[in-house]
């Protein structure tokens, strides 16, 4: 049942995201909407993967031994991670749909599409999907070597 109501209120945000994006904004108004909701995707992420490393540390790490009520505190850690995860479906959305909203009107280019917008729907996907970021990004090597494995 929640999860039929968190749909329906998700693909509403969504639809209604697209429908003001088309309905007479320019592309300044469209692409300062992408940027607040990239920057709120990229500040629940790190929320998220803080509240989720203090979960891990109050359950195995030295926490564990330290604080007196670790499980219940361990608890409210990670109560308070699904709370972030669980709005963060209908964050993506949103930004998909100003997305394709600041496309059709040519108002992104491909290296801002690149460096605002798709980090922040990947970050979105990483906290649906429970994946942690990776610690280093491959090394690119430019020459006639074959690619590297990452470290």
């Not at 709120?40 to 604080?67: E, K, M």
């Amino acid at each position: 049942m929640k999860a039929v109501l968190l749909f329906t209120v998700v693909a509403a945000m969504a639809s209604a995201s697209v429908v003001n994006a088309q309905q007479g904004q320019n592309c300044d108004q469209i692409v300062g909407q992408i940027n607040n909701v990239a920057g709120t995707i990229n500040q629940s992420a790190t929320s998220y993967w803080a509240h989720r490393a203090n979960f891990v540390d109050l359950i195995f790490g030295p926490s564990s031994q330290v604080v007196p009520n670790a499980m219940q505190v361990a608890e409210q850690e990670k109560s308070q991670a699904d709370a972030v995860k669980a709005g963060m479906p209908g964050r993506v959305n949103s930004v998909k749909g100003l997305l394709r909203a600041a496309q059709v009107q040519g108002c992104l280019t491909p290296a801002e599409q690149s460096t605002v917008v798709e980090p922040s729907i990947k970050q979105g996907k990483r906290v649906n999907f429970d994946q942690f970021p990776p610690a280093t990004e491959p090394e690119e090597l430019i020459s006639p070597a074959p690619p590297r494995m990452p470290r």
